[in-house]
């Protein structure tokens, strides 16, 4: 099968959606598919930062157009690539996959399918979001022009598949397939808890306090008892928060509790897992977060927001606990429960490790693929 991915960024650009790309596109070839990714040249969106000479070597072709900023919006949704939509009607291709809904790769899969004889598939990685008057008519508009045109849609969670299905998409084209997670890159195992002193709480996303409740984090962390030992580890991109998150711990009284640690290559990001006590994720908004899952593969007990798809994968007391978005008293209370209690942080994470395991990356594809055949036959049909 000839197989086209678009994506606005891939890496060694990092984020949630460039991995399950790059997973996806790395297992089709594996398993003999004719697979080329068309993406951008960003390393970021926010701000507007471009790869240098060194983008990487892949097994399959990567083909990258320049993003231009046509408009300022919201989480980057400005960023255009005309380039992309030639580079797709250029080719033939018997499944065109655009992923991010309301990103321009979206909209240039929608048009490719649209001119030519390609299956259209997309993964929108999406989620109801935050109600604004913004949101409703982008919700009414980007749908018209991209996932109703689609042959399939994937939803990551049930609870995506409801949202795509009030925004116009009938029910028997989507399908759930969840983000997956390799692990056998944990597979270090935490059979005794971490030496030293203290909770060492890890976070690791893209710091975007608009997005990712890094303000709500600092105002839980300065709610803690002043006897507790706990240090929050603050790793990823700066998405324009790191100056956000560093003059808050300075005004709240916190910054020997914060570190802001940046973004880390692979290597590094696992070792960080490896030597945390628990996992925080304080999304004001999230579809679902793969950090999620590698923490679970880690053998960390996670705390999250009831957002997205996420209580769909983090079982509250079982694997984890769960709080409501932006409110730093509820988060405080889970982190400090956590912090005190190495016996309930160990049982959190073994069960979060076995549970993990039911979300590989090789089911994903496979499902994936499956769907692609589904959408081939539709346009047949």
């Not at 890496?11 to 596109?25: C, I, R």
């Not at 997670?181 to 030496?195: N, P, Q």
């Not at 679970?296 to 509250?316: F, K, Q, S, Y």
């Not at 959190?348 to 490790?353: N, P, S, V």
Request: glycine share 10%; aromatic share 6%; proline share 6%.
């Amino acid at each position: 099968m000839k197989i086209l991915l678009l994506t606005q960024r891939f890496p060694p650009a990092l984020g949630g959606v460039e991995t399950h790309v790059w997973h996806l596109a790395e297992g089709l070839t594996k398993r003999g598919d004719e697979v080329e990714v068309l993406t951008t040249d960003l390393r970021t969106d926010t701000p507007l930062e471009r790869l240098g000479d060194d983008d990487g070597e892949f097994p399959y072709p990567v083909h990258r157009v320049r993003a231009i900023k046509a408009a300022v919006l919201p989480h980057a949704l400005g960023n255009v690539s005309p380039s992309m939509i030639h580079r797709v009607l250029s080719g033939r291709w018997d499944v065109v996959h655009g992923h991010a809904y309301g990103y321009f790769p979206t909209f240039a899969a929608s048009l490719g399918g649209l001119l030519d004889r390609s299956a259209l598939v997309i993964t929108p990685h999406s989620d109801p979001g935050r109600p604004s008057l913004e949101k409703r008519a982008f919700d009414h508009l980007v749908p018209l022009v991209t996932l109703r045109q689609a042959h399939r849609v994937i939803a990551l969670t049930g609870l995506e598949a409801d949202h795509l299905e009030n925004l116009g998409v009938p029910r028997e084209r989507i399908a759930v397939i969840p983000n997956g997670v390799d692990v056998a890159e944990f597979a270090w195992g935490r059979d005794r808890l971490r030496d030293g002193d203290g909770t060492s709480i890890l976070f690791a996303g893209r710091c975007y306090p608009d997005q990712k409740g890094l303000e709500v984090l600092m105002h839980a962390v300065s709610r803690l008892p002043h006897g507790l030992a706990v240090h929050v580890r603050i790793v990823g991109e700066d998405w324009g928060g790191y100056a956000v998150v560093r003059d808050l711990a300075r005004r709240l009284g916190i910054e020997h509790r914060v570190t802001l640690v940046g973004m880390l290559d692979r290597p590094q990001l696992l070792e960080e897992f490896q030597r945390a006590d628990l996992f925080v994720l304080p999304s004001l908004f999230d579809s679902f977060p793969i950090a999620i899952l590698e923490a679970m593969a880690a053998g960390l007990p996670v705390i999250a927001t009831r957002v997205g798809g996420v209580p769909e994968v983090v079982l509250d007391g079982e694997t984890g606990l769960l709080v409501e978005p932006g409110d730093p008293k509820r988060l405080a209370s889970a982190i400090e429960m956590l912090a005190s209690d190495a016996s309930a942080r160990r049982n959190m994470g073994k069960q979060g490790r076995a549970r993990a395991q039911l979300f590989s990356w090789e089911d994903v594809i496979a499902r994936t693929r499956r769907v692609y055949q589904e959408a081939v036959n539709g346009r047949a049909a």
